[in-house]
Structure formats: structure tokens, C-alpha cells
């Protein structure tokens, strides 16, 4: 537990009753339990008051066992839950059916890029601004490993917000574990029209997170924040997935979706009014367009690098550009499918 967590360990405390008394040591800070020891004395649990304190850690991991032995649990349990105190936690446990006693670096880099575009992707299905998921993304933190064959632990700050509604982090997390826990009940029912009521996107992202590493299982658990009520359908454990089992079965929802609402083609015309390059393969432009019919809209184009750089010029030229597609509306937005014949006109 670093020192500059002691907060949390304050908050720890006063959620179980204890108070702070009165210290003349300026080092140090007493806490009293709500409880007497077996002599019928008060227990008083000791903390650094700050990073400089000598033998700060040695302080705070005599002060955990402390918890542990009164509330009779194990230290990790009372590390986990103050840490749960300001984040909520996604768990990974990479079970490799091979044995093997290490994994490469190429596949825990493809995991950890996977996992970061899933929470991308959730967050920018959660409230569709601009920049959000990079937002989220560099406020998570990479938490300690854990027990368990190869351990992956994604740390998500939540905001501190006097609201009754839950803040953006945890609707976040909440989405991602209501993902997965519809894919474990697909394979589990050998059901795939369970994934076509979701977001299609979201397991095409999660498929790629499995087949991260060849030849093995993935098991994904959570750990809620008390700050906020813990949501009652995701109150289960872990969810162990397998990429083979879960391939095919999204592949059929994939096509299910795909026949069903497979929109008509259009000509989208109009003046480029966002250029987004977030990362290398994906670039995208928002245009204030002409769909069919005379309808305006804004609609998120997805392009080449030579077609970016086309909108670029032509962003930059103001002049208003031509292409064709299939849009499709996804809450207050329109993206375009398939887009192909992109034009720079001088007019229109």
C-alpha cells in the first residue's frame, strides 16, 4: 500500500467506526477501534502522517494486519477493498493451456493494447464525446499483479461526484462486465442471437482481447468501489472465456447483424467540420452532410491515409467533399459503412 494512500486507508477506517484520537507524536496518526480487546482495553492502530515518516510501509503493513486479524480476513482482502475505495478494478488471469512459464512480450503488448481498446470502445459508446476514451484511458492505472497463473490488473479511478446517478468510470466498467458476462451466457447456451441485443462492436473487440494469446483461456473478475451501489446483475465472480469456443459464435452474430441491417447505399456530400487522427489506422472526419432525400446530419467517415490527407487539404481549402457509403445511426450519430469514392469538390 503506497504512503500516498493513507487516505484511503482513513476512509477504511471511519467506514468501520473507528475515530482518530489525539496524538502528541507529530510522525504519527492514532486511530481507535469501535471495540475493546479481550482484557476489555481500547486497540489503537498507528499510521504515518506522511512519506518522509521512517519505516512508514513497516507502519502501514503492521496497521493491515491489525484489520485483518480484528475483522478476520486475509491482508489481501483488506488491501483489495481500501483500494476499491476510490476505483473500481477488471481483473485478467491468461490461463495457458501449453504450461508454459512465460509468456512473450509480443502477445502481453497485443493483450494490454486489446484490453485499452476496449475500454476505449466502451467509453465512447457511454457518452459519444470526443476524445473520451483516451481521456479514460490515461486516467487508468496498471495495478499490482495478483496470484494466479499470468495476471493482468486495470485500475479505474472514479470521479468523486455528489450525484445519484453513477459516474462515467463506473458506467464504463459496468458495460464492459455486462459484455462479457453476455458472452459467457452465448457460450454457455451455445446462443449467438444473446450477442445481436449488445453492441456488435464490443465483441469483435473483446474476440480480438481472447485471441491475444494462442492457446489459452481467459478469466475476467471485477472489483466495485463501495462509494457507489454495486450493480445486482453483475454480483457474480469471475467469467472464464475461451477464444475457440466464443469465435464462432460471434462471427454468427456478426453476420446475423449484418443481414438485418444492412443499410442502402448513399452519396454523403458536405464540408468537413472535425478532423480526428487518434491513432494510426484510425482515422475518421466528421461532415456536416447531405444524405438522401435533402436530410442533413452529422456523420463520422472513416478513411484511408491518402483520403486523409485529401480531407486534410480539403478541410483546410474549405471545400466540401463527396462519398459514398452506407450510413447507419447509432444513438444521436450517423456512421458511414463501406465507404468508397471519395471526392474533393470545388462546389456543390
Request: proline fraction near 6%; hydrophobic fraction near 35%.
Amino acid at each position: 500500500m503506497m504512503l500516498e494512500r493513507i487516505d484511503l486507508i482513513e476512509k477504511f477506517l471511519k467506514t468501520k467506526g473507528w475515530h482518530r484520537i489525539a496524538d502528541p507524536i507529530e510522525y504519527r496518526i492514532v486511530y481507535q477501534a469501535p471495540c475493546l480487546d479481550d482484557f476489555k482495553q481500547p486497540i489503537h492502530l498507528f499510521l504515518p502522517a506522511s512519506s518522509d515518516v521512517v519505516d512508514g510501509e513497516r507502519a502501514i503493513g503492521m496497521a493491515l494486519n491489525l484489520l485483518a486479524v480484528i475483522e478476520d480476513r486475509p491482508v489481501e482482502e483488506i488491501r483489495e477493498q481500501i483500494a476499491n475505495l476510490g476505483s473500481d478494478f477488471l481483473k485478467q488471469r491468461i490461463i495457458s493451456q501449453t504450461n508454459a512459464d512465460s509468456l512473450s512480450l509480443r502477445e502481453i503488448r497485443s493483450v494490454i493494447s486489446h484490453l485499452t481498446n476496449l475500454i476505449k470502445y466502451a467509453a465512447y459508446q457511454e457518452s459519444e464525446k470526443k476524445g473520451v476514451g483516451q481521456a479514460m484511458i490515461e486516467k487508468c492505472r496498471f495495478g499490482q499483479t495478483f496470484v494466479g497463473s499470468f495476471g493482468i490488473s486495470m485500475e479505474m479511478p472514479i470521479s468523486s461526484e455528489s450525484s445519484e446517478t453513477a459516474p462515467l468510470e463506473r458506467r464504463i466498467m459496468e458495460r464492459i462486465a455486462r459484455g462479457f458476462k453476455g458472452l459467457h451466457q452465448a457460450v454457455t447456451e451455445t446462443n449467438p442471437k444473446i450477442l445481436t441485443k449488445f453492441d456488435p462492436g464490443f465483441y469483435e473487440t473483446a474476440q480480438k482481447l481472447l485471441d491475444a494469446i494462442p492457446d489459452s483461456e481467459a478469466e475476467f473478475s471485477f472489483s466495485w468501489s463501495p462509494e457507489y451501489p454495486q450493480p445486482t446483475d453483475l454480483s457474480h465472480g469471475s467469467i472464464r472465456l475461451s477464444a475457440s469456443y466464443t469465435r464462432p459464435l460471434v462471427e454468427r452474430a456478426r453476420q446475423t447483424l449484418r443481414a438485418s441491417t444492412e443499410p442502402a447505399e448513399a452519396i454523403v456530400q458536405g464540408r468537413i467540420t472535425e478532423l480526428h487522427a487518434e491513432e494510426p489506422d484510425l482515422r475518421f472526419i466528421i461532415v456536416e452532410g447531405e444524405l438522401n432525400k435533402g436530410n442533413y446530419s452529422q456523420i463520422r467517415i472513416p478513411l484511408t491515409p491518402d483520403q486523409y490527407r485529401q480531407a486534410c487539404d480539403a478541410h483546410r481549402d474549405e471545400k466540401p467533399i463527396s462519398i459514398r457509403g452506407k450510413p447507419k445511426k447509432r444513438r444521436r450519430s450517423f456512421f458511414l459503412n463501406s465507404p468508397h469514392d471519395f471526392k474533393v469538390l470545388t462546389a456543390y
